[in-house]
């Protein structure tokens, strides 16, 4: 597991090549696993693999020109009528989402979780067509990463922890 943990990475280059549908739904299978409040399950997830909406989806992002190469987009929202505590179901999706992560990787696919595209949430929406009861939460891109041998730093564990008091 802390193999998969240290080498789970923000793939941005990706090579033209498909993702099964099959494979799609065993991330999302990965997804639905995580713990929620009360059992909520208050995340939705939208699969999007058509290149006109992909395209569309993209042009609401200042990384369009990368992720137009993706192979796939899930778009996670919140129900926010299947809500019982935002701040809770907020952390739940996340974990939602990283199981994702960590799911394709474990599949040696790449992901990338886009968090700057909520700035447009509602032009994602009005694409999507989703319920107003949904809040879009991050757009995942999904597809085969091509070898990336750029690799990000992580602080020392000692600079994050504190024991007892801060």
């Keep these: 597991m802390h193999s998969l943990l240290k080498n789970r990475k923000s793939c ?19 997804a639905r696993w995580a713990p929620s409040g009360k059992n ?76 700057e595209i909520l700035k447009m949430e509602a032009e994602v929406n009005v694409i999507i067509d989703v319920p107003n009861t949904y809040e879009l939460m991050a757009v995942i891109c999904v597809g085969y990463g091509e070898k990336e041998t750029f690799r990000t730093n992580r602080m020392e564990l000692k600079q994050l922890v504190y024991k007892e008091i801060y």
């Design 12 to 30: 941005r280059k990706y090579l033209p090549k498909s993702v099964s549908i099959q494979d799609v739904y065993t991330i999302l299978e990965g």
């Design 40 to 115: 909520g399950q208050p995340w939705r997830f939208v699969i999007v693999r058509e290149k006109e909406i992909k395209n569309r989806i993209a042009d609401c992002s200042i990384y369009k020109d990368w992720m137009r190469d993706a192979d796939t987009y899930l778009l996670i929202y919140l129900d926010k009528e299947s809500s019982y505590n935002y701040k809770k179901d907020l952390q739940a999706i996340g974990a939602a989402i990283e199981n994702i992560c960590l799911q394709a990787s474990s599949m040696g696919i790449g992901t990338c979780w886009i968090g």
